[in-house]
């Protein structure tokens, strides 16, 4: 028979006295790994393909580390996504065997996916809050419907805009959307043939009652804004076409639209490739890094180069201070569109 003594009594309590801030610092650091949000620091890319079926992964910034978050059943594709501001979840359209028409679908880490709504094509945006979706749907006509979302109840609430533009995104402090206007009455053609749209970009209230213009060049096309994470700035590709040639760039401004500038030209980025992005940048959560996904492919000559596609990301400084090129593996026989937060 063992017997606790008083030494013994207080031996314990000095243990445990010495162990309290460490069992303390286990305990807190247990809580934050379990409610930290799932899809912080990280790019998702929607849509991620191999073998013929697509998935929905992530990297971190640097495009290491990917991981599968959820792979598609065969048959079934995924259109771009957006994470929610906290984090936690996922939205995304998903166009399946038995629904060709796109659906709104839901998918929180380790949970089921949830589909909220029928018909969006697009999913644009999130509320800063969490508790609202940004959309639209559009037609084979090219006449599209802009709308929110409640995603408690999966209620719809139009967004004031003609049926040739489309909504985009959502501002950090809630108060504004950006917009695309179609413009389906002006276009480009060009020496040889090829016609191009010219498009072009603007802000307005939630309530859709003011609006400001963020690009005015008529001869532009403008399209993929993205505001930045403290909402100061938008991001956004521009195409130009001048003396015959077509020009692609990355574009910053102000979210007034005010002090416009060209980030990055991707047309002259390799002098070996061809560069072209392929849907809209993503903000690192910092606001100092601009991410567009691209696809690159060699300067074809007499067909040589046609099947060489590759993908990369290419990162810009928000500062105007230079591009890197980050290669994307080649594992996946195509990349989706990526989103950031």
Known sequence: MHLVTGGHVKMLKAISELLLPFLLLVAAHAVSFADAPAFRDKIVFFGNTVDGRQRIESTALDATQLQTLCELPQGTSVLPGRISPDGRTLAFTLVTKESPRPALWLWEHGSERKKLSDNVTWVCAWSPNSERIAGFDGDADGRFASFTIDVATGRRTKIDLPETDWVDDWSPNGRTLLATLGNPTRSYVRADGEEYPLRALISLDVSGERRTPITTDPQGDYIWPRYSPD?????????????????????????????????????????????K????????????TIFFKVIKRPQIQDGVGADQTRFELAALASDGSGTRRIPLSTERSWWGFIDCR
């Open 277 to 288: 992005p392929n849907g809209a940048p993503c903000w690192a959560p910092d606001g100092r």
């Open 231 to 275: 909402g100061t700035q938008v991001a956004f590709y521009a195409r130009y076409h001048r003396n015959g040639k077509t020009a692609e760039y990355a574009m910053i401004a102000g979210a007034d639209g005010s002090n416009a500038r060209e980030l990055a030209c991707f047309t002259s980025l390799d002098n070996d490739e061809l560069i």
